[in-house]
């Protein structure tokens, strides 16, 4: 399986600054996902971030608050825009390995990034 | 309804007791489920992948799909204090993962 670390892994920000959220992965791979985990709750998926296009946002987040860069197969950013503290959240980052068939669907993630804004 | 509905418990067990975990779900296209096990502060860990229906162990995990009544389990034998954890089950078509709640799992001594 991948391995894939964050960057922060925590930080306490300032209301109306941004953050952005480095991922690393150990191989490469082609679908990268990036989700939120408010407390209590369980992951909701922001974006999927695919290599060479734009990230594909879900109903509900916008690039211009939440913008992703995808330079190549093993390296993604998160950047969280003009924060609230309603962006208070682990921010996680995973990979899909498509394993030799190129059929598995298999996700693994990274540690996270736990963002307090104040 | 939410697609995937999964009761978040907490559920507690003494050491020793075999562990059951279920969810269910609506949409009749997924063909992935996986559960993955999450310890405080750190991200979801993939526990059991399976693909379509039927039984699928590894060590003191067992993981069950029944697509025809829509539900998914998780066994857990022999249970540790150390498999204390939240546990999610999660589900796709091929594409986005849907996640369950989570149930939160308390093993006692």
């Not at chain 1, 930080?11 to 959220?21: E, F, K, Y």
């Not at chain 1, 922001?46 to 913008?67: L, M, W």
């Not at chain 2, 998780?74 to 150390?82: K, N």
């Not at chain 2, 999610?88 to 594409?95: K, Q, R, V, Y």
Request: glycine share 8%; aromatic share 10%; with cysteine.
């Amino acid at each position: 399986s991948a391995v894939i670390s964050q960057k922060p892994s925590r930080d306490i920000c300032q209301r109306g600054t941004s953050l952005t959220i480095q991922c690393q992965v150990d191989s490469q791979v082609t679908m990268m996902f990036w989700y939120r985990q408010q407390p209590g709750q369980s992951l909701t998926l922001i974006a999927t971030a695919n290599q060479g296009s734009e990230a594909t946002y879900e109903s509900g987040f916008v690039i211009d608050k939440f913008p992703i860069s995808r330079p190549n197969l093993t390296f993604s950013t998160l950047t969280v825009s003009n924060m609230s503290p309603e962006d208070s959240s682990i921010y996680l980052c995973s990979v899909e390995d498509r394993g030799q068939a190129g059929a598995s669907t298999e996700q693994y993630f990274g540690p996270g990034t736990r963002l307090t804004v104040t | 309804q939410k697609e995937v509905e999964q009761d978040p418990g907490p559920l507690s067990v003494p050491e020793g007791a075999i562990v059951s975990l279920n969810c269910t779900y609506s949409n009749s296209a997924f063909q992935y489920f996986m559960w993955y096990r999450q310890y405080s502060r750190k991200g979801p860990e993939l526990l059991m992948y399976t693909y379509s229906s039927g039984n699928k162990e590894d060590g003191r995990f067992t993981a069950q799909v029944d697509k025809s009544s829509k539900y998914i389990s998780l066994f857990i034998r022999d249970s540790q204090p150390s498999d204390s954890a939240p546990y999610l089950c999660a589900m796709s078509d091929g594409g986005k993962l849907i996640f369950g709640q989570g149930t939160e799992l308390s093993v006692k001594p």
